[in-house]
């Protein structure tokens, strides 16, 4: 199981703890692009589609998450600068991993509020990609039962 965790910190910079029973990996994000909202509109569209990728950028450097989805199973993968070598690889449900994403996204809306978040990062609270999310997971627990 995959476990996902996402923090604000200084105005400008974000923070994802990626774990799974093995390892755990800090990621950095920076305001140079809309970081959680990319993440989250490609962990969404895997409920429909077979990949999904983005990237966090950073100054310097960059993370690209790369999704592949193979039946109900995810497997997530984070490269850095372009690097051949996943500093992050795990494989997870996709209906708990999307549910994980879908928590801390709530966590983060409750700690913060949508004023706060837009201070904060520079960017909008990705709400639209969070309704998506939440109505892929609904449609997925429906398919299931």
């Known amino acids: 199981m995959i476990r996902f965790d996402y923090q604000l910190r200084s105005h400008g910079w974000a923070v994802a703890v990626v774990a799974n029973g093995g390892s755990e990996v800090s990621i950095r994000a920076s305001y140079l692009s809309d970081a959680l909202r990319d993440f989250v509109d490609a962990v969404q569209s895997l409920f429909a589609a077979e990949t999904a990728k983005c990237v966090w950028e ?3 450097g960059r993370f690209c998450w790369k999704f592949r989805r193979d039946g109900r ?3 997530v993968e984070v490269f850095q600068n372009d690097g051949d070598q996943a500093i992050f690889s ?10 994980e994403v879908e928590s801390t996204l709530q966590k983060l809306l409750d700690e913060w509020s949508e004023d706060l978040y837009f201070k904060q990062w520079g960017y909008a609270f990705p709400k639209e ?3 998506k999310l939440r109505r892929a997971i609904q449609s997925e627990l429906s398919r299931r039962h």
Do not use: I, K, V, W
Not at 90 to 99: I, M, V, Y
């Open 73 to 75: 199973q995810c497997f």
């Open 58 to 60: 950073e100054e310097p």
């Open 90 to 99: 795990a494989d997870d449900d996709l209906l708990h991993f999307g549910s």
């Open 129 to 131: 990609a969070h309704q």
